[in-house]
């Protein structure tokens, strides 16, 4: 079954800093929400979709990575240690994690334990809730700064909130996410795989999935820079480098990200907040459908 975009992981090195920079820009941020595994986070939602900005806070609760057991806290501070602050994960919606992982581990693209688990959150009236997931792991072999799962809520009431996707800078949704490689076309097989959805070639190096959430662009490094005036993430693999978020006036959003102070470019009709800026990654605005 086809796989909407669910979240991505933005993985920072001072949470209250990556709080300030997306409020900064007219996003509504969530409250520190914190993991039994080390790791706390902030989300940025919109309808669907969120942004999770997470922190390395308790680095000796991290459990190492094993044999078939993929750890999220090792994965993201091995990220940190070595690619510096940016997008590290890309996730999907899951709607039945048990028959993700055989899917993913008939292709050759798994090998790892689903995973479950509960942890406080807060409405913004500030009262307690049950959140809960259940997460199957995927992974592209050449590409070891990116990370790959689908994630299914347990209690998505309890989870969603309205209030949480009104934002100042007139988001609306997810138009996307951008990933880049050297060699876009060898990693085709997994990504089709991973969304089951196919791609379609724009031109030669960039190809484009429509995902029942949002679409998932994976373009060369120089077509990426030509596209977003900013300079593609350097690795091995896969990396996301992107995310393009819809709003419904492109003039309010330019305001907003005038008041905020923050450089950015103007592409055609987008307006981009390029990595510099944005703690490793590139926000892209553009005008809704």
Same mark, same amino acid.
Not at 2 to 25: I, K, Q
Not at 38 to 62: D, K, S
């Given at each position: 079954?086809?796989?909407?975009?669910?979240?991505?992981?933005?993985?920072?090195?001072?949470?209250?800093?990556?709080?300030?920079?997306?409020?900064?820009?007219? =996003?509504?941020?969530?409250?520190?929400?914190?993991? !039994?595994?080390?790791?706390?986070?902030?989300?940025?939602?919109?309808?669907? %979709? %969120?942004?999770?900005?997470?922190?390395?806070?308790? @680095?000796?609760?991290? @459990? !190492?990575?094993?044999?078939?057991?993929?750890?999220?806290?090792?994965?993201?501070?091995?990220?940190?240690?070595?690619?510096?602050?940016?997008?590290?994960?890309?996730?999907?919606?899951?709607?039945?994690?048990?028959?993700?992982?055989?899917?993913? /581990?008939?292709?050759?693209? #798994?090998?790892?334990?689903?995973?479950?688990?509960?942890?406080?959150?807060?409405?913004?009236? #500030?009262?307690?809730?049950?959140?809960?997931?259940?997460?199957?792991?995927?992974? /592209?072999?050449? &590409?070891?700064?990116?990370?790959?799962?689908?994630?299914? *809520?347990?209690?998505?009431?309890? =989870?969603? &909130? !309205? /209030?949480? *996707?009104?934002?100042?800078?007139?988001?609306? &949704?997810?138009?996307?996410?951008?990933?880049?490689?050297?060699?876009?076309?060898?990693?085709?097989?997994?990504?089709?795989?991973?969304?089951?959805?196919?791609?379609?070639?724009?031109?030669? #190096?960039?190809?484009?999935?429509?995902?029942?959430?949002?679409?998932?662009?994976?373009?060369? !490094?120089?077509?990426?820079?030509?596209?977003?005036?900013?300079?593609?993430?350097?690795?091995?693999?896969?990396?996301?480098?992107?995310?393009?978020?819809?709003?419904? /006036?492109?003039?309010?959003?330019?305001?907003?990200?005038?008041?905020?102070?923050?450089?950015?470019?103007?592409?055609?009709?987008?307006?981009?907040?390029?990595?510099?800026?944005?703690?490793?990654?590139?926000?892209?605005?553009?005008?809704?459908?």
């Amino acid at each position: 079954m086809p796989r909407g975009l669910d979240h991505v992981v933005h993985v920072v090195r001072d949470l209250e800093a990556a709080g300030e920079l997306y409020d900064m820009l007219g =996003f509504t941020v969530g409250a520190r929400n914190r993991h !039994p595994w080390g790791t706390h986070n902030r989300l940025v939602q919109t309808p669907g %979709f %969120f942004v999770e900005l997470l922190e390395i806070a308790e @680095p000796e609760a991290i @459990p !190492p990575a094993s044999e078939g057991v993929f750890s999220f806290g090792a994965f993201n501070q091995d990220f940190l240690a070595t690619a510096g602050q940016g997008l590290s994960m890309l996730v999907l919606e899951g709607v039945e994690p048990a028959a993700d992982k055989l899917e993913f /581990d008939a292709a050759g693209y #798994g090998g790892f334990e689903t995973f479950d688990f509960a942890r406080q959150g807060k409405r913004p009236d #500030g009262s307690d809730v049950e959140v809960a997931f259940t997460l199957a792991f995927a992974r /592209d072999p050449e &590409s070891p700064h990116a990370g790959f799962f689908t994630c299914r *809520q347990r209690f998505p009431d309890n =989870f969603w &909130s !309205p /209030d949480l *996707q009104r934002h100042m800078n007139g988001t609306t &949704s997810i138009a996307g996410v951008v990933l880049v490689a050297a060699d876009p076309a060898s990693h085709l097989d997994f990504l089709a795989t991973f969304l089951d959805v196919p791609f379609r070639r724009a031109v030669d #190096g960039w190809h484009i999935a429509q995902t029942p959430r949002g679409a998932v662009d994976l373009m060369s !490094p120089d077509i990426y820079t030509q596209r977003f005036g900013v300079a593609a993430p350097a690795d091995q693999g896969l990396r996301l480098a992107a995310l393009r978020f819809a709003v419904a /006036d492109i003039t309010k959003a330019r305001r907003r990200v005038a008041s905020s102070r923050m450089s950015a470019e103007e592409i055609e009709g987008i307006i981009v907040i390029g990595p510099k800026a944005a703690l490793g990654a590139a926000l892209v605005f553009e005008a809704a459908d």
